[in-house]
């Protein structure tokens, strides 16, 4: 089945310690998101890949760090500058394309990591 | 102003009842609008998208946008238990990198 997949699905953190979340997905996508959801906001954009060895800070990177080594493959590191890491992370791929005159983007996301600092 | 609002609710409705969900967007340069459910400690799925305005439906959801009152509106006929989710409107404003813009999420509840 082709889909998204993160693991774990729930992880603990110390204060101080950096925790990486992995994210797979074997849909043949080049982009590749990462969102933090947060009660009553949305979905905020932390880092967004296009393609391979490439990945571009979103809205809200600070105390996040990301790698793109291979197509499948976008992890991301809550390092200990991250204030308020407990959120639940959210990774997505997407198909983009055109429209007419108009380009669209279809994000399909996985099933998440809900990420608790102790 | 948030560049999507979204009422979140919570709503709670009867079976059978027509939902009506609602944003509003304060960009004009939007393009695309989603429309995405999701349950309880699980991803988000999508449900339908659309651009331009209209109507666009698919069974029992119909996605409507009004370009000029800025307005985007998610109706749910026949309503059921199993769609008791938390919907989150977003917009693609056409970037070149693809960037999604969410509302804050309307948690529905259907009741028996």
């Not at chain 1, 391979?52 to 996040?64: H, L, M, P, R, T």
Request: glycine share 10%; with cysteine.
């Amino acid at each position: 089945d082709g889909g998204i997949t993160q693991s774990p699905k729930y992880l603990f953190r110390k204060e101080g310690q950096n925790v990486t979340l992995s994210c797979e997905q074997n849909l043949n996508h080049d982009a590749m998101y990462w969102y933090r959801q947060d009660p009553g906001q949305g979905l905020r954009l932390i880092y967004y890949s296009q393609i391979v060895n490439d990945f571009q800070k979103g809205d809200i990177a600070e105390g996040y760090s990301v790698s793109r080594e291979k197509k499948e493959s976008f992890p991301l590191t809550v390092t200990s500058a991250q204030k308020n890491p407990t959120a639940f992370y959210l990774c997505a791929s997407s198909v983009t394309g055109t429209s007419g005159e108009s380009s669209y983007n279809e994000q399909f996301f996985g099933p998440g990591t809900r990420l608790t600092v102790l | 102003q948030k560049e999507v609002e979204q009422d979140p609710g919570p709503l709670s409705v009867p079976e059978g009842a027509i939902v009506s969900l609602n944003c509003t967007y304060s960009n004009s340069a939007f393009q695309y609008f989603m429309w995405y459910r999701q349950y309880s400690r699980k991803g988000p799925e999508l449900l339908m998208y659309t651009y331009s305005s209209g109507n666009k439906e698919d069974g029992r959801f119909t996605a409507q946008v009004d370009k000029s009152s800025k307005y985007i509106s998610l109706f749910i006929r026949d309503s059921q238990p199993s769609d008791s989710a938390t919907y989150l409107c977003a917009r693609f404003g056409g970037t070149s990198y693809g960037k999604l813009t969410f509302g804050q999420g309307t948690i529905l509840t259907v009741h028996p």
